[in-house]
């Protein structure tokens, strides 16, 4: 599936590799919300959202655990991760911004480099961050039927919402992404949270402006690029300016 804010990998997530490289991808994730923030789920909204996408995702209990320790320093280990972002254009001139949470700046720019170099093109900073807005972006679900998320995004004081795919959400649950100005994001979180709704991604991201039309051919083409891109251990999320 691909979308406007965040692209992601199509298809069932079904092998061994691919399993752990995505399991790997959220325990970084909930190290760095970890060290950043309380280490305490209840006090970190962030933390909170990163160990329920884990579960989701069936990563084990043990492996959320020692990720949660790890980020806290409870572990012993002196690995700090660097949020690096880089900038540039797929196949077809489709902008891209891939922001990467690396322990090594030089591992990574280099392995960035080569993959654009194959059939991309790789920008300065600010190439193309001005055909993206940033925003922050909440995933949720809730159980209650019927329940309305254009009037739940209102009252919480999210800017817009759109509802996600019935393959996203627990069967029976309205789904819904929500999209809020950059410093609401943490008091719209909170409001869908005390509203019943069940937060699975809160961060900010960025939303492309206007998005390039590609023909079958031209879109599988994009969509292997940004595959390769987000199959690098090293890469936390790829925005690209497609549906």
Known sequence: MVIGAQWKHAGKQDSAA???????KLAKEISVAARLGDPSP????????????ARKASVPRDTIDRAIKKG??????????ELVTYE???????????????????????????CFRKEGQLGAIGSVAW??????????????AGIDSEAAAIE???????????????????????????????????????????VSKSELSYRAKSFVELAPDARK????????????????RVYAGIK
């Open 156 to 198: 919480a004081g999210a800017q817009d919402v759109e509802a996600l795919e019935e393959s996203e959400v627990e069967s029976g649950h309205v789904g819904a992404r929500f999209y809020t100005e950059p410093t609401d994001l943490d008091l719209v979180n909170k409001a869908l949270t005390e509203g019943g709704w069940s």
């Open 72 to 81: 806290a320093g409870l572990t012993g280990d002196d690995v700090h991760y």
């Open 221 to 236: 083409e994009v969509e292997d690029f940004l595959g390769n891109i987000d199959d690098m251990g090293d890469v936390h």
């Open 42 to 53: 209840e006090n970190n909204a962030r933390l909170r959202a990163a160990i329920e996408a």
């Open 18 to 24: 691919r399993r752990g490289l995505v399991f790997g």
């Open 131 to 144: 055909m993206f807005d940033r925003v922050g972006v909440i995933e949720a679900s809730n159980p209650t």
């Open 88 to 114: 540039g254009f797929a196949p077809h001139k489709v902008p891209l911004i891939v922001e990467c949470l690396t322990d090594n700046k030089n591992r990574t720019a280099s392995e960035i480099r080569v």
